[in-house]
């Protein structure tokens, strides 16, 4: 067993720093992918169509033990290949994460209105030559096969699946109970296979400790993450991120209900301390209510800036890198280009829950015209807790109304219990402090 072989399409991993705008409120936490386990991240960036995909592995075990299997819709050449950098995409990542912001209410005896302000608008070793003979005997031919960076990669086509499937188990590529029907049927779409595995003594060389991203660019009409193979050994549902850059717009799926996560929700303030608990939770409810069918936008915003900021955008080289090939290199600017940081480049962030039963098909893409700024955003709204110079009655009626408004919405969207909420909320005297007790002989007399 030299190769545990990891078949997913997302754990395969092909693959504008500004000043934020004025805004009313502190961001103060992110919900990016390390909240979630088994979560693999997949770069697409798209014009026309040209595609470039960059993939994270998130394999966790001995390198000698990684390999993978994407299938890809043409034959891909040694200069399609590339190694990326995980650190842009971590940087994506935190770009585009939910993310929780706080307001502070103003002294309500001045009648501070606090307002939001939300802007929408290298060849194989001589063993390549028996390699080749016993695929040939199997109905497999090896169109191509290169080393890049610590990957050496094999781009195969076949005439059947089980010959395909045979000859890869024989060269100790694992491949999962079931994988003949779903891979005869993308040979009746006549793709190819792109085969990597760790070259260890390159990766020794290179001096990495970990698995760097794959990246792939290709031609074709087929805009779509094939993810099929990877249901087949996952142990449970997994977790997808889709990090999708055009320059048209939103990209959303064509075969399965893209959904908009509840944004811009008020929550009581106890959740900057269970943030992620939240999230965790209130995504579990929406896939619920989806019956684990759709996919969720978490983000689509213009690079060029954010509001409130998680990140700073991605820098004009970070997208190069990412495969973003519109934009001009490094000193390539006109002059009369007076912002450089407007990259015209919009980005789609995408979350999706996947397994076998609820995803029985590939996720099929399309670009969208639509540039509306989306995120998904929740609000803490702090009272006032200064000294009053007026009468407050009214307003502090209105914080618990407003308080248990935020906890009903809380416990529909995350499934929570109300009364376990209710008890956090120092209002309805949870988690804040005890009033203090009148001493008992002042009922007496008073």
């Not at 075990?61 to 950098?85: C, H, K, L, S």
């Not at 000193?331 to 940081?341: N, W």
Request: hydrophobic share 35%.
């Amino acid at each position: 067993m030299r190769f545990l072989i990891t078949v997913v399409t997302a754990c395969l991993t092909v693959m504008v720093t500004t000043t934020a705008q004025a805004f009313c409120g502190f961001y103060v936490a992110k919900a990016d992918t390390s909240l979630f386990n088994r979560a693999s991240q997949v770069v697409l960036v798209r014009d026309g169509n040209r595609t470039v995909i960059t993939m994270a592995n998130d394999f966790e075990g001995d390198v000698e033990d990684f390999a993978v299997v994407i299938p890809v819709p043409t034959r891909i050449e040694r200069e399609q290949i590339n190694v990326g950098d995980r650190a842009i995409i971590q940087h994506l990542d935190a770009y585009t994460s939910p993310r929780l912001v706080e307001y502070h209410d103003g002294d309500p005896c001045v009648r501070y209105e606090l307002q939001e302000r939300m802007r929408t608008d290298a060849d194989f070793p001589a063993a390549a030559g028996q390699l080749k003979r016993s695929a040939k005997s199997q109905g497999v031919t090896i169109e191509a096969s290169y080393t890049v960076g610590e990957y050496d990669i094999l781009i195969l086509s076949a005439k059947e699946s089980s010959g395909l499937i045979r000859w890869l188990n024989d060269n100790d590529y694992k491949i999962p109970r079931g994988a003949r029907r779903v891979v005869d049927s993308y040979l009746k779409q006549d793709m190819r296979f792109f085969v990597a595995k760790v070259n260890v003594e390159e990766q020794s060389k290179l001096g990495y400790q970990y698995l760097r991203p794959l990246q792939v660019a290709y031609e074709s009409n087929k805009f779509m993450l094939p993810i099929r193979l990877g249901t087949l050994n996952a142990k449970g549902k997994q977790e997808l991120y889709v990090y999708a850059l055009t320059r048209t717009g939103r990209v959303e799926t064509t075969n399965y209900r893209t959904v908009k996560l509840p944004t811009n929700v008020e929550v009581p303030e106890f959740v900057e301390r269970e943030f992620a608990d939240f999230y965790r939770d209130m995504f579990a409810r929406q896939t619920e209510k989806e019956n684990g069918r759709a996919v969720f936008l978490e983000y689509a915003w213009d690079m060029a800036w954010c509001d409130p900021c998680a990140a700073d955008p991605l820098s004009q080289d970070e997208l190069r890198k990412l495969g973003v090939f519109w934009l001009p290199r490094s000193g390539q600017q006109t002059k009369r280009i007076m912002q450089p940081q407007a990259q015209n480049v919009f980005v789609t962030r995408l979350h999706v829950r996947y397994d076998a039963e609820h995803f029985p098909e590939d996720l099929m893409f399309q670009e969208t015209g639509d540039r509306q700024n989306y995120q998904g955003r929740y609000v803490i709204r702090h009272p006032w807790k200064g000294e009053a110079s007026c009468d407050i009655t009214q307003y502090s009626a209105e914080v618990r109304e407003r308080q248990e408004r935020e906890a009903q919405l809380l416990a529909n969207m995350t499934g929570w219990d109300i009364g376990d909420i209710r008890g956090k909320i120092p209002f309805f005297g949870g988690a804040g402090p005890e009033p203090e007790q009148e001493p008992w002989w002042k009922r007496i007399w008073n």
